[in-house]
């Protein structure tokens, strides 16, 4: 039996990678490390936390000797990495939160890796998950692909650009095995609402405003979380060794269009007069150094591997909104507490 090991699996997307795996792979074990941040919530993966081929282990990447004890346990023969801090806003008030999780952390890793298979590195593999904001913001015009020069602009998008360099590096000094996938915005259950999507819908739902950073004219190419969990099978079994594939949505929305989307679909569902969701949007201060726009040019995975996204935005955004709707519970308990104290700090 195949010991892989999946970091971050308690948070947004590593939680719906973690239910495939486990769910279509009975010959594998999948082991899922995650340090339970805030972000993190087990209550993602409850209904595979008794499978017989699961289990979870409480810890943090920062701590080099737990890791290594942990490879040296188990000879992982593959690792899925998306244990991060990945929130923008987060990494402008506390940088260095993000150099310590997802530079040192991922050295960690690779670290650790390398020295539990002794330079044998025959059927094994490092995955890395990252993401497209390392190549920085792009004009009116244009696509990143795999070789977009790197470009990072905010705290959270450097230490993911040099989180990638790592992983690269290792791979030439040290033969390491690895591919890297850069992917555009993810939306889907299960995202904490700090992030632009689970947020508005909270705050549509509790009748608050609707902060929207700038002139909302800012463009994000938007993917359906089930489906960047298809695209890392793929090319955790298909992909290229020491490849990079870009994972994107073809599926570019500036904030303004997709909140008034947002809005037109939530009305509906909730039985409100139309328009009275967009009444709640306010335009505030914007985000320092905030990037114009990302788009994924998705041609190679697409080309090579046949991966395409399985739903249009509008059944995606459909679905989304139905899983927050029927998961109040989920959304109370994520929202309470220290979620009270960040949205205060955050929007006043
Ligand atoms: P998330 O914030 O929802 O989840 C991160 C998970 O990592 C949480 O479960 C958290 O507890 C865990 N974690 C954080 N620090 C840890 C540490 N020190 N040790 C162990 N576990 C730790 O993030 P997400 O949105 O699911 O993103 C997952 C990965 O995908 C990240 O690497 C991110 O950079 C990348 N990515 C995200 C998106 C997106 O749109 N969300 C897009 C492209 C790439
Ligand atoms: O592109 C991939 C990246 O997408 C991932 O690597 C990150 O982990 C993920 O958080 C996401 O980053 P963004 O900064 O693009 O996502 P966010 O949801 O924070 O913001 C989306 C857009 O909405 C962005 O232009 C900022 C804007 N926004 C966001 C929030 C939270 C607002 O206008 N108001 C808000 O309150």
Redesign the pocket.
């Known amino acids: 039996m195949k010991k892989i090991l999946i970091t971050g699996g308690a948070g947004f997307i590593g939680s719906h990678v973690v239910r495939l795996f486990v769910t279509k792979y009975p010959n594998y074990h999948i082991f899922n490390l995650d340090a339970l941040t805030y972000a993190g919530n087990l209550e993602n993966i409850k209904d595979i936390e008794s499978a017989d081929n699961y289990t979870f282990v409480k810890g943090d990447i920062k701590d080099i000797p737990f890791i290594n004890s942990l490879f040296a346990e188990h000879q992982f023969d593959g690792v899925i990495h998306l244990a991060?801090e990945?929130?923008?806003?987060r990494s402008i008030t506390n940088p260095n939160a993000f150099i310590e999780t997802n530079v040192l952390g991922t050295a960690n890793l690779l670290n650790a890796f390398r020295d539990s298979c002794n330079h044998n590195f025959e059927g094994k593999l490092f995955y890395h998950v990252s993401?497209?904001?390392v190549y920085g913001s792009l004009g009116k015009t244009g696509l990143f692909t795999e070789t977009t020069p790197y470009d990072p602009q905010s705290p959270?998008a450097a230490s993911?650009a040099a989180s990638d360099h790592f992983v690269r590096a290792y791979g030439n000094t040290y033969k390491l095995p690895f591919v890297i996938s850069n992917?555009?915005?993810?939306y889907g259950a299960n995202q904490f609402p700090?992030?632009?999507?689970p947020?508005?819908i909270n705050n549509i739902k509790n009748s608050k405003s609707l902060?929207?950073?700038?002139d909302?004219q800012?463009t994000?190419?938007w993917l359906f979380v089930e489906d960047h969990a298809t695209a890392i099978d793929l090319i955790f079994h298909k992909g290229k060794v020491t490849e990079t594939y870009n994972i994107g949505g073809f599926n570019e929305w500036t904030?303004l269009d997709l909140i008034h989307l947002l809005c037109k679909q939530l009305d509906e569902k909730l039985g409100n007069i139309k328009g009275t969701s967009e009444k709640l949007i306010t335009f505030?201060k914007d985000?320092a150094g905030?990037?114009r726009r990302?788009a994924i040019d998705a041609t190679k995975l697409n080309k090579e591997l046949g991966w395409k996204p399985s739903v249009t935005f509008e059944e995606g955004l459909s679905k989304t909104i139905d899983w927050y709707l029927e998961n109040e519970d989920w959304l109370k308990s994520v929202t309470s507490g220290a979620y009270k104290e960040y949205y205060e700090k955050?929007?006043g």
């Open positions: 991060a990945s929130h923008v806003d993401t497209d904001e959270y993911k992917c555009s915005n993810n700090e992030k632009l999507i947020l508005f902060p929207v950073y700038g909302g800012y994000r190419d904030n505030v985000r905030h990037d990302y955050m929007y």
